[in-house]
Nanobody, 116 residues
Framework: QVQFVESGGGLVQPGGSLRLSCTTSGSIFPGFARGWYRQAPGKNRELVATLSRGSRSNYDGSVKGRFTISGDNGNNTVYLQMDSLKPEDTAVYYC??????????WGQGAQVTVSS
């Protein structure tokens, strides 16, 4: 079993920055990438950033150039640096594997609110 704990969310003005952290406990099948997902009210959860072996990263077009994903300790700790935040970035942010397991565990997430 695996558990994810997200932290670092908060309220920020447009153009501001936040850094999210995710700690992972339990075993993950070797070779799985790590990712940050987000879910805005009334919308489906979407993958916004992926961290693979060798620190390879990929981003959704909506955040590319503004967000940076990184990891420590064999990616058991994953970060999401968010810069130039926009109101449309407002969502609950979750970390998990990429791809998702068939029966996955979701943490509580980190609330990010971007508002003037």
């Amino acid at each position: 079993q695996v558990q994810f704990v997200e932290s670092g969310g908060g309220l920020v003005q447009p153009g501001g920055s936040l850094r999210l952290s995710c700690t992972t406990s339990g075993s993950i099948f070797p070779g799985f990438a790590r990712g940050w997902y987000r879910q805005a009210p009334g919308k489906n959860r979407e993958l916004v950033a992926t961290l693979s072996r060798g620190s390879r990263s990929n981003y959704d077009g909506s955040v590319k150039g503004r967000f940076t994903i990184s990891g420590d300790n064999g990616n058991n700790t994953v970060y999401l640096q968010m810069d130039s935040l926009k109101p449309e970035d407002t969502a609950v942010y979750y970390c998990n594997t990429v791809p998702l397991l068939k029966s996955t565990y979701w943490g509580q997430g980190a609330q990010v609110t971007v508002s003037s």
